[in-house]
């Protein structure tokens, strides 16, 4: 059925070949339905998260030169036209995604047939999966793993289940389909499992189909309770490590024996080299160097940016490489371990974020006159010179960035600090988080429930009761392992949606005490 309507799709797309077409669906269905169908009309797949704000997409649309769009409403899937000027891309070209960039605008990293075909191929032979997986399919469709997910399920003859947006982030809800389609297999950031085996290490006690978790898109790091999960349940973790620029390029599966707190990213994937450099020259093993990475998961470059393909894309003997920026150093048994970033740039939720890139899009907010993005403790803090409040200027980031792209805190200045360089003073600024960190806040009534859970969640109680969740650290993790929090502590069973809309310790101290009284009622014998 799939196949007929693809095939009827790309009938009436009408494009040349290599032309990109923008994808902006809600479903899998109708995600896995328009890649084949652009791919069978010789065009390129330039899909977007449903949730990107309009600005973003329209960038991306531009950038691409996208003339057609397939858009679904609900049960429908249409074609909406817009005036542009067509980019004919290689025949090599698979899709098109678009990641943050340091000039401050985003970037178009065109992938190939290629390195889908090899990754797909390793995949299905490297583990013992076969036609009876049943994966859900949690990954964001602005996110590689994405097709990743699809093409595996669709190589296998595996089933693909479908899970709505708004449940991809409640995990109780993630739970549920876990269990009410007996998924064995599940892309999940080890972020996310560690945050709520950490509250409840019973949460997924009874999801005994899941054999499988693909972690991705961060390092990844096993507390004692994922470790101790990965036992008794006897899953197998796999690591799979790459940027969009190369897609995956290294994995190690790992079972309870190699489940150590910092595991490696694995070796190589076959076809695909590896390089470690520093100041030019290769690295022995043991040396920390810069992953540089060739073969056949090689982008074919940026979209629109010859100068940057040029920079990051080198050769080295003949072989065209790609510089992750990533520092690694290569072990005696010839596994890869990930040290860290050689600039700013952050993973949030397994997406990169160019601190530059949130600083621009903060300027475009016409309240503000000035804006600076610092990175400190794995979260992204913003100093702004405005007249407005701070709720305002949140407001105005939500409508020009995706969510991930939002800083945790920020912090209303009347001046910018500059160092003799004329720039802002980035230490000076830091020194204020540090200081505000380290202040202590006024008392907090422990008794609360709401108040044990802040404290519990966020690991620190510079808070207020009608401080906002998200401007003192809160993110989606950290929402999804308060869901969990609260079902073993105080017995309540609370949507992502309630926990948005009681976003304070006043509003979530209501909300309990709610939930509590209506489970005390005496209901009749009738109900």
Known sequence: QLWDEAKSLSSTIQILPGEAVGIDVKSTYHFVLSIVAVW?????????????????????????GIRKILVSEELTLHIQ????????????????????????????????????????????QAYPLDAKEVILQLSSFGFDAS??????AMSLGASLIEVPFEARLD???????????????????????????EVDPNFLSDCDSIKHIVTTGEALVIGKELKHYIATKEITLLNFYGPTET???????????????????????????????????????????ELWAAGAHLALGY????????????????????????????????????????????????????????????????????SCVLVYEQRLFAFIVTDESIESIKNGAIERMPDYMIPSVFFRIDVMPINNNGKADRTRLKA????????????????????????????????????????????????????????????????????????????????????????????????
């Open 40 to 64: 069978l009309a010789q065009g390129v797949p330039c899909p977007v998260d449903r949730r990107y704000p309009d600005s973003r997409k329209e960038f991306i649309y531009t950038n691409a």
């Open 81 to 124: 036209d817009r005036l542009n000027e067509p980019i004919v891309h290689a025949r090599e070209a698979s899709f098109i995604l678009h990641t943050s960039g340091s000039t401050g605008e985003p970037k178009g990293v065109i992938q190939t047939h290629e390195c889908l075909i090899n990754l797909i191929c390793w995949n299905t």
């Open 147 to 152: 097709f990743h997910e699809v093409l595996l």
């Open 171 to 197: 995990i109780q809800q993630i739970r549920e389909y876990i269990r009410g389609f007996n998924a064995t297999l599940a892309w999940i950031p080890a972020r996310l499992l560690n945050a709520i085996l």
């Open 247 to 289: 897609h995956v390029i290294t994995a190690q599966a790992i079972t309870f024996n190699k489940a150590i707190t910092q595991p490696t990213i694995g070796k190589s994937l076959p076809n695909t080299d590896i390089l470690l450099v520093n100041n030019h020259q290769i690295v022995p093993k043991g040396l920390p160097g």
């Open 303 to 370: 979209l629109n940016d010859a100068q940057l393909t040029a920079e990051k894309f080198v050769f080295h003997e003949g072989q065209r490489y790609y510089q992750t920026g990533d520092w690694v150093f290569l072990d005696e048994h010839e596994n890869l371990h990930f040290i860290g970033r050689k600039d700013d740039q952050i993973k949030i939720r397994g997406f990169r974020v160019e601190p530059l890139e949130v600083e621009r899009l903060l300027i475009e907010i016409p309240a503000v006159q000035q």
């Open 432 to 527: 204020q988080i540090q200081a505000q960190a380290a202040q202590p806040s006024a008392p907090l009534d422990s008794t609360r429930i709401s108040v044990q859970c802040w404290k519990a969640i966020l690991g620190h109680t510079n808070f207020q009761m009608t401080d906002a969740f998200e401007h003192v650290g809160g993110n989606s993790i950290l929402l999804m392992k308060m869901q969990a929090w609260l079902e073993k502590n105080a017995g309540c069973f609370i949507s992502v949606k309630s926990l948005l809309s009681h976003n304070t310790p006043e509003l979530l101290e209501q909300l309990i005490q709610d939930l509590r009284a209506i489970h005390e009622l005496d209901l009749p014998d009738s109900f």
